[in-house]
């Protein structure tokens, strides 16, 4: 049983591309800083060259956020070896691991009807309410043709926390709180 894959409208991480700088900058500085050392102590060649080039890429890609987009019907969640994508309208499963920071938990997962499973961090959702909106319609459609089987309530209790925030960020910004 596959789905065709509608992609429609594109939603992402707002702040994804400043995330991916700072990884940027990072890794650059780092290599920067380890040639500069080498070749101050006299001990820089092409080998040692090569292995400072290797640690700041291997700096960059741990820094590196993934990068999370959704549309109608789907969010996707693409690290720097691959994609993946649920279908948020037909999600099965939906798993809230390793609580922090009050009602924010480290990891959610969900998983759809197709057998496609993403992990992502719902911070990420809290900061991007057009992503959570894009989520949580496609949860409300799982819910209501039957398919969410578990995981439902936690939804809810991120989706009224991320709201809360919402609404706290929108006051603040017009000076009512």
């Known amino acids: 049983m596959r789905r065709s894959d509608n992609r429609g409208a594109r939603l992402g991480d707002r702040h994804w ?12 500085l780092f290599g920067a800083m ?13 080998l ?8 700041s890429t291997a700096l960059f890609t741990v820094l590196l956020p993934p990068r999370v987009t959704a549309g109608a019907g789907w969010l996707a969640v693409r690290d720097p070896w691959r994609r993946r994508l649920v279908y948020t309208d037909a999600l099965t499963t ?3 691991t390793a ?3 009050g009602d924010f938990p480290y990891r ?16 990420v959702l809290a900061a991007n309410p057009l992503l959570w909106h894009e989520l949580d319609t496609g949860v409300r459609h799982s819910v209501e ?8 309530d936690a939804l809810n209790r991120l989706g009224h926390h991320i709201d809360e925030e919402t609404a ?6 017009s000076g009512l709180s």
């Open 99 to 101: 609580w922090r920071y």
């Open 108 to 123: 959610l997962v969900l998983r759809d009807a197709y057998g496609h499973r993403v992990a992502l961090d719902p911070r």
């Open 94 to 96: 939906a798993l809230t």
């Open 34 to 46: 380890s040639l500069l050392v080498d070749w101050d102590a006299g001990s820089l060649s092409p």
């Open 145 to 152: 043709h039957g398919t969410l089987l578990h995981g439902a």
């Open 168 to 173: 706290r960020a929108v006051l603040g910004a």
């Open 48 to 55: 040692r060259a090569l292995l400072c080039l290797g640690m």
């Open 17 to 28: 591309r400043g995330s991916a700088r700072f990884a940027a900058s990072c890794a650059a």
